[in-house]
């Protein structure tokens, strides 16, 4: 019987503070992982209708199911967002994951990539970064991993590595599905 475990996700900014949290994650079992996942020991959890609260105290529920993965020692995460118009991958290039109990933390270095549906890939918030770099003193040990973060991230996207699978993305997805709705197993 493969159970799905809950868990809170928190990314934090370089100096501490709390940027955001998302309250209700399932964790996919390990024995449902697809091979390239548990090879590299990735968490993998699913979010839908997640109640989310912004460091400055408002919150909102997310409106569109997620698939989030995270790598250990990896400079960034991925969360494959389910829309009517296919897989979009959001990614963020932060802090490799640490967890504590079931609450997975890291911290984000405002750097993103988007990959559309149709495979188009965009770099977002450069400014932001290069503006916070200088605001909260990244030493050059931080600017280093997070452009390596960012080369490995788009090296695997390039090479279409996991997690970039629709089709595993949307497996991980009704199988939590099929869990909750016969409120025991996969």
């Not at 399932?26 to 996942?37: F, I, K, N």
């Not at 911290?107 to 149709?118: H, K, N, T």
Request: glycine share 6%; charged share 25%; with cysteine.
């Amino acid at each position: 019987m493969a159970t799905f475990s809950s868990y809170i996700i928190k990314s934090f900014k370089h100096d501490g503070h709390l940027h955001r949290t998302w309250l209700e994650n399932a964790r996919v079992p390990e024995s449902l992982l697809h091979e390239p996942h548990k090879t590299e020991s990735m968490l993998v959890l699913i979010n839908s209708q997640t109640k989310i609260i912004e460091a400055d105290g408002k919150e909102w529920v997310s409106r569109i199911p997620g698939v989030s993965f995270f790598i250990p020692k990896q400079w960034f995460n991925v969360v494959a967002l389910l829309e009517d118009s296919g897989v979009r991958y959001y990614c963020n290039i932060a802090s490799p994951p640490y967890v504590n109990g079931n609450v997975i933390t890291y911290i984000d270095y405002d750097l993103d990539v988007i990959r559309m549906p149709g495979g188009a890939v965009h770099i977002v918030d450069q400014e932001e970064y290069e503006r916070h770099k200088i605001c909260y003193h990244y030493s050059s040990i931080v600017d280093a991993k997070v452009k390596q973060g960012l080369q490995d991230l788009l090296l695997r996207i390039q090479q279409g590595q996991a997690p970039f699978h629709e089709e595993w993305v949307l497996d991980y997805y009704r199988q939590w599905e099929k869990w909750k709705d016969e409120g025991t197993e996969a």
